[in-house]
Nanobody
Framework: QVQLVESGGGLVQPGGSLRLSCAASGFTFSSYAMGWFRQAPGKERKFVAAISLTGSSTYYTDSVKGRFTISRDNARNTVYLQMNSLKPEDTAVYFC????????????????WGKGTLVTVSS
């Protein structure tokens, strides 16, 4: 059973940084692509970033390219999202997701979701 627990959210000023973590358990972590999605207030959940099984390939939505970095540690069953130069429009609940083999940015075929962690970017 896929279990994912996010942490690291909080309140940060514009231009600041946060690092989100997602601890995984209950499945063979190295066999799953991992991703981050976010849901802003009153909006649908959207793709942010994904990383391949070994971490050799990463993917980002255009609005975060150059500011966010996704990484994974297969020895620790953990995926990270380093977020720099944060903007108010990055405010959202951030969800970790696991999908067998590859991540679908449309969110189809996700094997498990975390409960989310809130990121608020405000002065």
């Amino acid at each position: 059973q896929v279990q994912l627990v996010e942490s690291g959210g909080g309140l940060v000023q514009p231009g600041g940084s946060l690092r989100l973590s997602c601890a995984a358990s209950g499945f063979t972590f190295s066999s799953y692509a991992m991703g981050w999605f976010r849901q802003a207030p009153g909006k649908e959940r959207k793709f942010v970033a994904a990383i391949s099984l070994t971490g050799s390939s990463t993917y980002y939505t255009d609005s975060v390219k150059g500011r966010f970095t996704i990484s994974r540690d297969n020895a620790r069953n953990t995926v990270y999202l380093q977020m720099n130069s944060l903007k108010p429009e990055d405010t959202a609940v951030y969800f970790c997701a696991a999908r067998k083999e590859y991540m679908d940015p449309n969110g189809n075929g996700i094997n498990g979701w975390g409960k989310g962690t809130l990121v608020t970017v405000s002065s």
